[in-house]
Structure formats: C-alpha cells, structure tokens
C-alpha cells in the first residue's frame, strides 16, 4: 500500500510536468527525495499506513527547512499539501 502511495504521488509529479509552473517544477522536484525516503522509512518499519507515510513527508520538509528559502519552503509546502488531499 505504501509502495502504491508512494508511486501515486509521484505519478502525480510527472503527470503535470507539462503544464507546471518553474516553481511547481522545483517543489516537484523537491518533494521526490522526500516522498521516496519516507516510503523507504515505511517499508523498513513495516508501516502500511499512508496517514503515518504523509506525516513522515512533512517531518523531512521540517527537518530540512533550513535548506530553503522562506519562499522556497513555502512553495514546497504549499505544492505538498496540494498533492496529499
């Protein structure tokens, strides 16, 4: 289910590579790494819940919110909220 999850959001990614804005394209980006270590993280911990895999997304962005801009950030939030409603 993970791994499933995981696959849709990434799809979901490249689906609008197309149409993206450059910011879109950055967070999009962005978010791979993150949408892949936490699935990784889940997988490892035999963790099939995907309520548990959106809140390990959003505690790597935190841990690694110092790496961006504020405005940065916000974007990758922002577009990673978008993609897990």
Same mark, same amino acid.
């Given at each position: $289910?993970?791994?499933d999850?995981?696959?849709?959001?990434?799809?979901?990614?490249?689906?609008?590579?197309? +149409? !993206?804005?450059?910011?879109?394209?950055? !967070?999009g @980006?962005?978010?791979r @790494?993150?949408? +892949?270590?936490a699935?990784a993280?889940?997988?490892?911990?035999?963790i099939?819940?995907?309520? #548990? $895999?959106?809140?390990?997304?959003?505690?790597?962005?935190?841990? !690694?919110? +110092?790496?961006?801009s504020?405005?940065?950030?916000?974007? #990758?939030?922002?577009?990673?909220?978008?993609?897990? $409603?």
């Amino acid at each position: $289910m993970i791994h499933d999850y995981e696959q849709k959001l990434l799809q979901l990614i490249d689906d609008n590579i197309d +149409s !993206a804005t450059d910011d879109e394209l950055f !967070a999009g @980006g962005y978010l791979r @790494g993150h949408i +892949s270590l936490a699935a990784a993280d889940c997988e490892q911990q035999e963790i099939d819940d995907i309520i #548990v $895999m959106q809140k390990k997304i959003k505690q790597s962005l935190q841990d !690694a919110k +110092s790496e961006l801009s504020p405005n940065d950030w916000q974007l #990758v939030q922002q577009y990673s909220d978008k993609l897990m $409603m």
